[in-house]
């Protein structure tokens, strides 16, 4: 079956660490963004890439750093400097430059810091 | 600045009480209107996409429909399994990137 995937499902970090959430599609999609939902609020772009080995900064990056080596795989850090990362994180795709093309949404990670 | 509102921001419903929800939005250019799904703890499950004024999509019970400044997602006789929260977002003609913009959602409850 075609999709993606987002590991682990659950993650604790202590304050101070860095952490990186997976995320793999098997849609051979161009395309791939990771978004962040908190209660009360909309979905959040943190980053996106249309294409491997670049990648733009979305409207909340501070804190936040990707690598974009494969089509299939768009990893995430959260990294220390980011102040307030317990939040639950989305990775999804889609088809690059065609007009109005959904996206496609993995399961999620819910990042929680101790 | 583009930005989508979703109201209410719950809804409580008998089983087979029909009723609406409202995306209204303001963008520069419309590059098409995305309705999701999202169940408790689980990533969005994509429903429909609209791209002009007048158009309409149905599936199931849900039926969306567009016009230039707003959106409704008409669910219809709903049934307790239609509980979830529903995301409305706009793709806009702002540069050449597939940025969706979201709204808040509603979160529908339909109790038996």
């Known amino acids: 079956d075609g999709g993606i995937t987002q590991s682990p499902k659950y993650l604790f970090r202590k304050e101070g660490q860095n952490v990186t959430l997976s995320c793999e599609q098997n849609?051979?999609?161009?395309?791939m963004y990771w978004y962040r939902q908190d209660p009360g609020q909309g979905l959040r772009l943190i980053y996106y890439?249309?294409?491997?080995?670049?990648?733009q900064k979305g409207d909340i990056a501070e804190g936040y750093s990707v690598s974009r080596e494969k089509k299939e795989s768009f990893p995430l850090t959260v990294t220390s400097a980011q102040k307030n990362p317990t939040a639950f994180y989305l990775c999804?795709?889609?088809?690059?430059?065609?007009?109005?093309?959904?996206?496609?949404f993995g399961p999620g990670t819910r990042l929680t810091v101790l | 600045e583009d930005q989508v509102t979703q109201s209410p921001e719950a809804l409580r419903l008998q089983e087979g009480e029909s009723s609406s929800l409202n995306c209204s939005y303001t963008?520069?250019?419309?590059?098409?209107l995305f309705w999701y799904r999202q169940d408790p703890g689980k990533g969005p499950e994509f429903l429909f996409t609209?791209?002009?004024a007048g158009e309409e999509k149905e599936k199931e019970r849900l039926k969306a429909t567009l016009t230039k400044k707003e959106s409704f997602l008409h669910i219809t006789a709903p049934k307790p399994e239609d509980s979830a929260t529903y995301l409305c977002?706009?793709?806009?003609?702002?540069?050449?990137?597939?940025?969706?913009?979201f709204g808040t959602g509603t979160r529908l409850q339909v109790f038996p």
């Open positions: 999804a795709s889609t088809e690059a430059g065609r007009e109005g093309n959904e996206q496609f």
């Open positions: 849609l051979n999609h161009d395309a």
């Open positions: 890439s249309q294409i491997v080995n670049d990648f």
């Open positions: 963008v520069s250019g419309l590059r098409g």
């Open positions: 609209l791209y002009s």
């Open positions: 977002a706009v793709q806009a003609n702002s540069g050449n990137t597939d940025k969706l913009i």
